[in-house]
């Protein structure tokens, strides 16, 4: 799986968006692929050392993948390298963020899960991984935990 390798391979924070479709009628949400990042944009941890050139011509990049292969990003995920999977007050307020600029006509109906998922166009999912589990009993196994903020 392409994000365990992309998350494996620094000991520093790594991030990147999901990409698939969203089934409507089913209420099912197909994540397809991811595509890894340098950073994504405007996260509370900070800019990428790269260039902004460089991250436009890596958006630009994904965009043109999405566009062309019918897709959409449904979600983002970033990693934890050294400590649990569960979210920070930073990585909740960036999810929230995230979710009212890639999905902005999602609004709460009830506290449903079935009757949310109706009343959005689209989920957008967060994904915090963990690559270096610091279970005892898996110390080898990566830790995910995926959220959506209400």
Not at 2 to 18: D, K, M, Q, R, T
Not at 33 to 47: E, I
Request: hydrophobic share 30%; glycine share 4%.
């Amino acid at each position: 799986m392409l994000l365990e390798i992309h998350c494996h391979s620094s000991y520093n924070e790594v991030c990147g968006y999901f990409v698939g479709t969203w089934d409507n009628t089913n209420n099912i949400l197909y994540i397809q692929s991811c595509y890894p990042r340098n950073t994504l944009p405007s996260h509370p941890r900070g800019p990428s050392s790269l260039s902004s050139t460089a991250n436009d011509k890596e958006e630009q990049d994904m965009m043109e993948f999405i566009q062309k292969n019918h897709l959409q990003i449904v979600g983002c995920y970033h990693s934890h390298p050294s400590y649990d999977a569960l979210p920070s007050e930073n990585d909740i307020s960036f999810q929230y963020q995230s979710q009212k600029k890639y999905v902005p006509s999602t609004q709460v109906v009830n506290a449903s899960n079935k009757a949310f998922l109706s009343a959005c166009s689209s989920p957008f999912v967060g994904c915090i991984i963990s690559p270096y589990s610091t279970a005892e009993s898996a110390p080898l196994l990566s830790s995910l935990m995926f959220y959506h903020v209400l």
